[in-house]
């Protein structure tokens, strides 16, 4: 079965066999859900997404040529559902950060700022302060960052993703690193 | 060159996508600057910290009803279409119907809006002073017409960015021109200590920052 290609599973479910997805789900479920994970950071949620993506992957399968691979067909419809449940989550308040930063200049020298507030985290704490950190981001610096710094894609190639000039996101890219900055600043000393 | 500057590079520096100008700079810099030394550190730091967050998966008994549980959803959709497709006729035969009760509530919807809602769709009353308060808080509460004025009349290039909702009531109050949906906009300086946002930092228009320089 392992060694069976996709397209053969992806015939038979155009032909009608939908058990067929089945093992094409089962070969791509962790990459997809990973990738969901990313963007959504809970495992609620980038399950909920997951199989929305695999879902809709099911219903366009007759339209999939065949020109790329399955899993790089299925890896774009990921990302462009991802992108647009970030859009269309934004619990992102208008202004955000409005009062996060020191009214003083002292978060441009932090050293001197937070001294010695550093503790010790367990890891699972930590990864929670730095996934509601992520989650703090507008929608467009969370797409721009996790597409960078998780998926990997080259500022050019997201622009291309997110139709957007190169310009806008590498700004998008620093000022969401610029407030992961100051919201992890204890972590990172 | 000022540590404010160097900082505000530093992003660009990791990315590895400074020119070559810019580069010797903030390299000649950091060699001077403990400070800034240890800015580039806390940042090296925050990029290998967020990197490495583990994934957190589903439970295990949830994880192996993957594909059991989007069997059923295919399922459903299966019979949504087919029934959908059955329906097809009552539904053409009713669709003006729906049309026209869908006008009337809209219409009945929007009138509401305007006449007792605090929201009106041909301005943005309430978002405007919101919204102007924040931008004066973060040049220092000089007018922002005056800073426009200013960066406008030099000649050297600036980087800022500017999330579209606020945009969009920027340009309805006539700041014109510079401000098309979320992007890195340029206007020209000849002298920056002019100018010199870093003082502010406040930080309450996020996404105001300087991104590059001739
Ligand atoms: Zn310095």
Same mark, same amino acid.
């Given at each position: 079965m392992k060694d069976v290609p996709d397209r053969v599973f992806v015939q038979k479910v155009t032909s009608g066999?939908?058990?067929?997805?089945g093992e094409l789900v089962r070969r791509y479920h962790k990459r997809i859900y990973e990738l969901a994970y990313r963007f959504s950071r809970h495992p609620e949620e980038a399950y909920d997404l997951s199989q929305e993506i695999f879902l809709k992957a099911f219903n366009a399968l007759e339209r999939f040529? &065949? %020109?790329?691979g399955f899993y790089t067909w299925l890896y774009k419809i990921g990302q462009n559902t991802c992108i647009d449940y970030t859009r269309r989550k934004?619990?992102?308040?208008?202004?955000?950060?409005?009062?996060?930063?020191?009214?003083?200049?002292?978060w441009l020298h932090p050293s001197t700022a937070h &001294? %010695?507030?550093?503790k010790f985290l367990e890891n699972k704490e930590l990864s929670h302060e730095i996934n509601s950190a992520i989650d703090q981001l507008s929608p467009r610096q969370k797409q721009v960052f996790v597409l960078r710094h998780y998926e990997g894609l080259a500022l050019r190639d997201i622009a291309d993703v997110l139709d957007l000039k190169v310009g806008s996101v590498k700004a998008h890219l620093f000022n969401a690193i610029r407030k992961l900055r100051v919201r992890l600043t204890p972590y990172i000393q | 060159m000022k540590c404010g500057w160097v900082e505000n590079l530093i992003p660009e520096y990791f990315e590895g996508i400074l020119d070559q100008y810019q580069l010797d700079l903030v390299t000649q810099h950091l060699e001077n600057c403990g400070d800034c030394k240890l800015e580039l550190d806390a940042i090296d730091r925050l990029l290998d910290l967020v990197d490495n967050v583990e994934v957190e998966y589903p439970s295990a008994m949830k994880w192996n009803g993957f594909w059991g549980d989007l069997r059923r959803k295919i399922a459903l959709v299966q019979v949504d279409q087919r029934s959908s497709f059955l329906n097809l006729g009552w539904y053409y035969s009713n669709i003006w119907k729906f049309a026209g009760i869908g006008c009337m509530l809209l219409l009945a919807v929007l009138l509401c809006l305007q006449l007792f809602?605090?929201?009106?769709f041909l301005m943005y009353p309430y978002r405007n002073t919101e919204d102007f308060r924040a931008v004066n808080q973060f040049f220092g509460e000089i007018p922002i017409v005056q800073i426009l004025e200013q960066i406008n009349f030099e000649e050297q290039e600036i980087g800022f960015v500017w999330e579209s909702d606020l945009v969009s009531n920027l340009e309805s109050v006539d700041l014109h021109n510079s401000f098309p949906d979320t992007v890195a906009e340029s206007w020209y300086l000849t002298d920056l200590t002019e100018l010199d946002f870093l003082v502010y930092p406040s930080g309450n228009l996020d996404n105001v920052v300087l991104t590059s320089m001739k």
């Open positions: 066999d939908t058990e067929a997805f040529r &065949g %020109s790329s934004s619990t992102w308040s208008e202004l955000p950060f409005i009062n996060d930063f020191p009214s003083d200049d002292s &001294g %010695s507030t550093t | 809602g605090n929201v009106s």
